[in-house]
């Protein structure tokens, strides 16, 4: 197939493509690097999903970015677990998130449903734990605080979950 355009025509036609490009790829970067990772503390329900999705993918920098900087020390136990030689604890979350009605704009209480596993294995021993929640009742309901415009977990007890002892 023969080209009948004019060279001219032909290279302007080249450089509005290359722009073009180049528009459609500065438009859909921040959609990329945000599909990629990062941390999403902008509502309750999505800085709660950040916190377990750090948890599950054993990522430190996230977890520490998810919580109240007073929990930081609470959640150090949590955080040596991640690159611990001697055991192995492998968590696993299928969570959904929703926040209880409040009037307070600075505090939230997000109820998590879902399932839970954790797996730990040591030189001794290899135990599996699995958690499942109803519609009507949440496995957790944990408590959040705005800071400038992101909602940290403010709750040591995030990881606590109900075992069939405790109920």
Excluded: Q
Aim: proline residues 4%; aromatic residues 6%; contains cysteine.
């Amino acid at each position: 197939m023969e080209n009948n355009l004019p060279l001219h025509l032909e290279e302007r036609l080249l450089k509005n493509l290359k722009r073009s490009t180049l528009i459609l790829a500065l438009l859909l970067l921040p959609l990329i690097l945000g599909a990629c990772g990062g941390v999403s503390l902008g509502s309750p329900e999505s800085a709660a999903e950040s916190f377990y999705k750090a948890v599950e993918n054993k990522n430190e920098d996230n977890l520490k970015d998810s919580l109240c900087s007073d929990l930081e020390d609470t959640f150090s136990d949590v955080i040596a677990t991640f690159d611990n030689e001697d055991t192995d604890i492998d968590y696993e979350f299928s969570l959904e998130f929703a926040e209880k009605e409040d009037d307070n704009d600075d505090e939230a209480v997000v109820a998590v449903y879902g399932r839970v596993r954790l797996r730990e294995v040591t030189d001794n021993r290899d135990v599996e734990y699995k958690l499942g929640s109803r519609n009507d009742a949440p496995l957790a309901e944990i408590r959040l605080v705005k800071d400038g415009d992101d909602w940290k977990v403010c709750d040591p007890t995030a990881l606590s979950f109900p075992t069939s002892d405790d109920e």
